[in-house]
């Protein structure tokens, strides 16, 4: 099954705090998938990860400008399976009040999901 999530998977992460590089590290380790990081901070640590995109949407923005920043990235994802994983709180309110929207679009999941158990 990971051999086949490898070819189709597409990571879009939200946040750039500790559970976001554990996340990445996570993804990129199991599934050898690049990831795209939307965050408002320097995170400069991810900057110098291989395999990671950072686009500078912070969870401030308006709802319309980060779901056309997400549209956007949901088209690159061409056949791949977007996966959209909330790691940063402060992106919550803003999953909330879209989540049917990006529920259509994204399989949605939470940080904590995927880094469970990572030793």
């Known amino acids: 099954m ?6 189709c998977l ?6 750039s705090n500790t559970q976001c590089h554990a996340t990445v590290r996570r993804i ?6 690049d990831c795209i990081v939307l965050t408002g901070k320097r995170a400069l640590t991810l900057r110098f990860m291989p395999g990671v995109r950072l686009i ?11 779901l056309t920043v997400l ?10 399976i ?3 994983v ?5 992106y919550e309110p803003f999953v909330q009040r879209n989540r049917m929207w990006l529920e259509s679009r994204f399989v949605l999941r939470h940080a904590a999901e995927i880094t469970e158990g990572t030793p």
């Open 28 to 33: 990129q380790k199991r599934f050898g998938s």
């Open 56 to 66: 500078d949407a912070a969870p401030g923005l308006s709802d319309d400008l980060l």
């Open 71 to 80: 549209q956007d990235v949901e088209c690159e994802s061409a056949l791949a």
């Open 10 to 15: 597409y990571p879009v992460l939200l946040g």
């Open 86 to 90: 909330v790691c940063d709180k402060a």
């Open 82 to 84: 977007p996966l959209l």
């Open 2 to 7: 990971d051999d086949l999530l490898r070819d």
